[in-house]
Nanobody
Framework: QVQLVQSGGGLVQAGGSLRLSCVVSGDTFSNYRMAWFRQPPGQLREFAAQISWTGFITDYADSVKGRFTIARDNAKATVYLLMNSLKPEDTAVYYC????????????WGQGTQVTVSS
């Protein structure tokens, strides 16, 4: 059974930084494209960033581009989201997600981590 366990997050002032981590177990990590999504208060969940199986290809939502960095360590079965220059509008519950090769959608999700940015 594939499990994604998140850590990190919390409360930070605007302009600050945070790092989220997501450890994957139960299958070969390098088989999965990984992503981070977020759900702001009262809004639908939205895409933030994704990274290819090898880590060579990344993609970001326009709202986070240039401020957030997604990275993965296949040896540690971990994906990270490094968030810099945080803004109050980044406040959301953040979720990591795993998509197995050949799947049409993200198959597994983390438990969610609250990130709150104060102004």
């Amino acid at each position: 059974q594939v499990q994604l366990v998140q850590s990190g997050g919390g409360l930070v002032q605007a302009g600050g930084s945070l790092r989220l981590s997501c450890v994957v177990s139960g299958d070969t990590f390098s088989n999965y494209r990984m992503a981070w999504f977020r759900q702001p208060p009262g809004q639908l969940r939205e895409f933030a960033a994704q990274i290819s199986w090898t880590g060579f290809i990344t993609d970001y939502a326009d709202s986070v581009k240039g401020r957030f960095t997604i990275a993965r360590d296949n040896a540690k079965a971990t994906v990270y989201l490094l968030m810099n220059s945080l803004k109050p509008e980044d406040t959301a519950v953040y979720y990591c997600a795993a998509q197995r090769g050949g799947s049409d959608d993200y198959d597994y999700w983390g438990q969610g981590t609250q990130v709150t940015v104060s102004s």
